[in-house]
């Protein structure tokens, strides 16, 4: 059975500082997901990193795909508290369809 | 559009009752799934379908029935609730199944449901 591993697995900050959560595995993803989930609601889709070693910005958050595709981290840059949540990644591996979901990230941005 | 709908958003059942969470898409996707999360486990995929009439069992499929005759409707059914399967409930669809499509999930907002 895969895998993921993140950490963090809390993480609470001061509004403006700089954090990065980390999702590592022993397996080789074909591509890996980021997802952000807010209490009562369910995880909405951040980026897609398909390309070893590939980096997407979004706004304050860079994403980055280890070069083997068997990691990936996510670095938020000024944290603000809107970007407070739970952040999962998921790794889809080679034909299989099904994602493998690490346990999250639970991120707590203060004022 | 209304993307993922699920329903009952909560429920309260008594140990060895049965029910049926409901989920609906309308964005014409191929691949449905059913996940649970609870505390410190993230979410496990219980059953899934890659199309109508077509079903697969997921991670933690136990005590867990599903059916796809539709491709909008895909129904989750507790055979005889038990106290272990207290959970969120998550229902997801994607356009295409498989790996390398890189299909975003799309979750529906959950069914809390409580089994005492």
């Known amino acids: 059975t895969q895998l993921l591993e993140q950490s963090p697995q809390f993480l609470s900050i001061q509004e403006g500082e700089n954090l990065t959560v980390y999702c590592n595995s022993s397996?080789?993803?074909?591509?890996l997901q980021w997802y952000r989930q807010e209490p009562g609601e369910g995880p909405v889709l951040l980026v897609t990193?398909?390309?070893?070693?590939e980096v997407k910005k979004l706004k304050r958050l860079t994403f980055q795909f280890g070069d083997a595709r068997k990691d990936s981290s996510l670095h938020i840059t000024a944290a603000q508290p809107g970007d407070t949540g739970l952040y999962l990644c998921?790794?889809?591996?080679?034909?299989?369809?099904?994602?493998?979901f690490g346990k999250g990230t639970k991120l707590s941005v203060k004022p | 559009n209304a993307g993922v709908t699920q329903t009952p958003k909560f429920q309260v059942l008594k140990t060895g009752q049965s029910m049926t969470l409901q989920c609906a898409q309308d964005?014409?996707?191929?691949?449905m799934s059913w996940y649970r999360q609870d505390p410190g486990m993230g979410l496990r995929l219980i059953h899934y379908?890659?199309?109508?009439?077509?079903?697969d069992q997921g991670e933690v499929p136990n005590g867990y029935n599903v059916s796809r005759s539709t491709t909008e409707d895909f129904p989750l059914r507790l055979l005889s609730a038990a106290p272990s399967q207290t959970s969120v409930y998550f229902c997801?669809?994607?356009?295409?199944?498989?790996?390398?499509?890189?299909?975003?999930?799309?979750f529906g907002d959950g069914t809390r449901l409580s089994i005492l």
């Open positions: 379908s890659v199309g109508a009439g077509i079903t």
């Open positions: 964005m014409n996707h191929e691949y």
């Open positions: 990193v398909v390309t070893g070693g």
């Open positions: 998921a790794g889809a591996e080679g034909s299989q369809g099904n994602l493998i």
């Open positions: 397996s080789v993803f074909s591509s």
């Open positions: 997801a669809s994607s356009r295409f199944w498989g790996g390398y499509s890189n299909q975003p999930q799309h």
